[in-house]
């Protein structure tokens, strides 16, 4: 079992930043590959950034150069650096985890976090 706690949610203003942390326990961090999606109200979960155990990344399409995702292995934590955010990153953040390689489909992932809120204004 892996247990995923997000944090660094909140309020921001269109262009501004905000950095989200996810801390992963019971489970060797370094085998797990650990990824970022957010869902907008009625909007279907969407795939924001994944990075594998060998720390290959990958991003959506929407967030492509303004995302950084990046893991710690000694402190068992992944970080989604977010700038120049816009309204349409309004959104539940949520971490994943699932073994070794890294997956677009949120299907594949194994563990999921509660999710944290993050809030864009104009």
């Known amino acids: 079992q892996v247990r995923l706690v997000e944090s660094g949610g909140g309020l921001a203003q269109a262009g501004g930043s905000l950095r989200l942390s996810c801390a992963a326990s019971g489970r060797t961090f370094s085998t797990l590959a650990m990824g970022w999606f957010r869902q907008a109200p009625g909007k279907e979960r969407e795939f924001v950034a994944v990075i594998s155990w060998t720390r290959i990344t990958y991003y959506g399409d929407s967030v492509k150069g303004r995302f950084t995702i990046s893991r710690d292995n000694a402190k068992n934590t992944v970080s989604l650096q977010m700038i120049s955010l816009n309204p349409e990153d309004t959104a539940i953040y949520y971490c994943?985890?699932?073994?070794?390689?890294?997956?677009?489909?949120?299907?594949?992932?194994?563990?999921w976090g509660q999710g944290t809120q993050v809030t864009v204004s104009t």
């Open positions: 994943a985890a699932r073994m070794f390689n890294g997956d677009t489909d949120y299907s594949h992932y194994d563990y």
